[in-house]
């Protein structure tokens, strides 16, 4: 009879589990503009910001019910990659290429400052990162070998190339992915880490570089977004984004602060352009052919929905978490708790 017990509360507990993992879903909230939406800032559970192709800008004050779209007067032709919101009416959207660009509204993005411009040769912006509302940083496409880096540390007024020979090297055929703005994750107040793709894929962390498992060896392979946990447990997505379903070597897990690395027991299911962690041991990630959910440290992941995004964001002050992806399609998780 102790027996029979023990397997009938056994199989309740699986059920509910299941049940459980089931109900997680995403809400399509928003679809059918023309911009590809990669820039995704959620400063609480009330106000989104997003940013992307055709100088788009959107922002909701009311949990996504509803938006208010934009396009930047005089970037029509901007693709804004990446976006930082600190309110409802401070934000910093970056635009990535010929040239490149950083602006910044005060008035809820009735007005934009251009702040920086930058048209060098080859010069292309990748994702953006804050530390703090003061200081934060910008990674592009490696000049001349080395990777480029601009830093503001005043809440995104002034920018400053840092000085390229204090810069990291990259390998020949390496740069980094302007997939999800998430390919540069902060550590700590001060310190941020990055990742690489392309022909080399490497760990940037406190000053080494440490070469990644993950599938590389194409300009369409390698990391594309890296979420950090504590200073040492961190998860990397990727894959070949001209491959979508192929999930080979798209996804690790490190806990020793990337000396080390290994793969889920359950990966995720093909290319991923952005991972998040949502708290705890669960971790969320998108890409091209859906979402993934894991709720064991990354050991196991879950196809919740086949619905595409490019990025994947938990609020910075709450707990909703928010997607962005192409036609404008904005998504919110359903039922995680």
């Known amino acids: 009879m102790a027996y029979q017990f023990k397997i009938f509360i056994f199989s309740l507990f699986f059920i509910a589990s299941s049940t459980n993992l089931l109900s997680q879903h995403v809400n399509l909230l928003s679809s059918g503009t023309k911009s ?29 019910k509803t938006f208010i779209w934009q396009v930047v007067k005089g970037y029509e032709k901007t693709d804004f990659r990446d976006i930082e919101a600190f309110n409802e009416t401070t ?37 953006m990162e804050f530390l703090n509302e003061q ?6 496409d490696p000049i001349a070998g080395k990777v480029f880096i601009a830093k503001t540390f005043d809440g995104g007024i002034h920018w400053k190339d840092l000085s390229p020979q204090n810069n990291p090297i990259a390998d020949s055929g390496e740069a ?32 080494k570089k440490i070469l990644l498992p993950i599938i590389q060896g194409k300009q369409s392979t390698g990391a594309n977004s890296i979420a950090v946990k504590n200073i040492q447990t961190m998860i990397v997505v990727g894959g070949d984004f001209n491959n979508k379903d192929d999930n080979t070597n798209s996804c690790f897990i490190s806990k020793n602060a990337g000396k080390d690395w290994m793969a889920p027991k ?70 995680f708790k």
């Open 36 to 64: 590809s939406l990669r820039g995704l800032s959620v400063v609480n559970d009330r106000i989104i910001w997003v940013s992307g192709s055709n100088g788009m800008v959107g922002k909701s004050l009311d949990s996504g």
């Open 91 to 127: 934000a910093v959207i970056m635009g990535i290429s010929s040239p490149a660009y950083i602006l910044r509204t005060t008035d809820g993005g009735v007005s934009w400052k251009r702040v920086y411009e930058n048209n060098a040769p080859g010069m292309f912006l990748d994702a």
């Open 135 to 140: 200081d934060g940083m910008v990674i592009g």
């Open 176 to 207: 980094f992915f302007a997939s999800s703005g998430t390919n540069i994750r902060k550590i700590n107040q001060r310190e941020a880490i990055f990742v690489s793709g392309g022909i080399s894929s490497h760990l940037f962390i406190k000053g």
């Open 266 to 335: 359950t990966p995720v299911n093909g290319y991923r352009s952005c991972v998040e962690w949502l708290g705890n041991k669960n971790w969320i990630s998108c890409g091209l052919n859906g979402v993934d959910l894991s709720m064991d440290e990354g050991n196991t992941w879950n196809w919740i929905s086949k619905e595409s995004y490019h990025v994947v964001r938990k609020s910075k002050n709450g707990k909703a978490v928010f997607f962005a992806g192409g036609g404008g399609r904005i998504g919110k998780l359903i039922d």
